[in-house]
């Protein structure tokens, strides 16, 4: 089983900066692809960015230039560092890995952290 916990939410000004961390944890094999989605109150989750096992990222046009994603295959840990936040990037961020476990593939999400961006 993996679980995935996510911390680095909370509530910053238009124009600051926060970093999201995401570790996993379990029978972990391997994780080939980690991810970053937000859910906004009344939207649907889209993905925000991702990164392969190899560095390989994209990201959503709305952010490009302004967060990035990283990771650290050693660590099974995943950063998403938020820049220039602006106040319609407020929502719950959700973590997202998936990779192969003991014996099965796995896709898990992580319960989520709120970045509220607010004057």
């Known amino acids: 089983q993996v679980q995935l916990v996510e911390s680095g939410g909370g509530l910053v000004q238009p124009g600051g900066s926060l970093r999201l961390s995401c570790v996993a944890s379990g029978s972990i094999r391997s994780i080939s692809t980690m991810a970053w989605y937000r859910q906004a109150p009344g939207k649907q989750r889209e993905l925000v960015a991702g990164i392969t096992r190899g560095g390989s990222t994209n990201y959503a046009d709305s952010v490009k230039g302004r967060f990035t994603i990283s990771r650290t295959n050693v660590k099974n840990t995943v950063y998403l560092q938020m820049n220039s936040l602006k106040p319609e990037d407020t929502a719950v961020y959700y973590c997202?890995?998936?990779?192969?476990?003991?014996?099965?593939?796995?896709?898990?999400w992580g319960q989520g952290t709120q970045v509220t961006v607010s004057s």
């Open positions: 997202n890995a998936r990779g192969v476990a003991t014996l099965l593939p796995f896709d898990e």
